[in-house]
């Protein structure tokens, strides 16, 4: 990607994506989160533990969604913020107002990617978390190894003759509440992260947008001597 590529992707995120992206969230929001209580989210996540150590595959759904609508807005704030870089005006003394301007929205971008980075360790955290806590009450089964041995006598002859059965057995730990409850505790908050993360990473669409609307002049031309064109851009703002 040349530097004429990247600010046009830039452009495309700051003038659409940040405006489409946050309906997005909204409307995410909206369709896969209709728990009207954490109380009712618990007491459905516990009826439905697998006893055999299965997923909650709704949870692990929302998990892996927010891994990936996380992906998505780091690679669309590393955009907004290199369209911010390219405009960057060469060095001189005098005159920086525009500049600091730049430097403060680039910050500000830069912080709330930084939050979402953090995002995509979500779905690995809660896996292992709960594994850990449904392998205390999980079925395991083993395998055993009988042998028998027969004798048999023809005549004066004597023979042995060694049997040997192999056979699966399930045992079944004894079944504490406190361990189906804390898995189930566990799938209500990775719900209610996987809300808060979605809403976060909404919100800072909006604020992303908003910053950029409020300072688009100096942040397209941060001296106000018509640099931002210089670069044989033309920019749609």
Not at 57 to 66: E, K, N, S
Not at 81 to 106: H, R, T
């Amino acid at each position: 990607m040349d530097v004429q590529q990247a600010l046009e992707a830039g452009e495309v995120v700051i003038s659409s994506r940040l405006a489409a992206r946050s309906s997005e969230m909204s409307e995410l929001l909206a369709a896969k989160f209709t728990h009207t209580s954490l109380e009712k989210a618990a007491v459905e996540f516990e009826a439905a533990l697998d006893p055999e150590g299965g997923v909650n595959p709704d949870i692990a759904a929302l998990a892996a969604l927010v891994r990936e609508e996380a992906a998505k807005s780091i690679d669309d704030f590393k955009q907004a913020e290199m369209w911010i870089s390219l405009k960057a005006p060469s060095i001189s003394d005098g005159n920086n107002f525009g500049v600091d301007v730049q430097n403060y929205v680039a910050a500000e971008l830069k912080g709330m990617r930084h939050a979402m980075q953090i995002m995509i360790d979500g779905a690995s955290n809660y896996h292992w978390q709960r594994g850990n806590a449904l392998e205390k009450s999980a079925k395991s089964g083993e395998q055993v190894t009988e042998e028998s041995e027969a004798t048999e006598k023809d005549g004066d002859k004597v023979t042995s003759k060694l049997n040997k059965a192999t056979k699966t057995s399930c045992k079944q730990p004894p079944q504490l509440a406190d361990f189906r409850r804390y898995a189930a505790a566990l799938d209500v908050k990775q719900y209610h992260a996987a809300y808060c993360q979605v809403t976060d990473m909404r919100n800072c669409y909006i604020k992303a947008r908003v910053l950029f609307e409020k300072n688009m002049k100096r942040l397209n031309d941060p001296r106000g001597e018509g640099e931002g064109g210089d670069r044989g851009v033309m920019s749609m703002f």
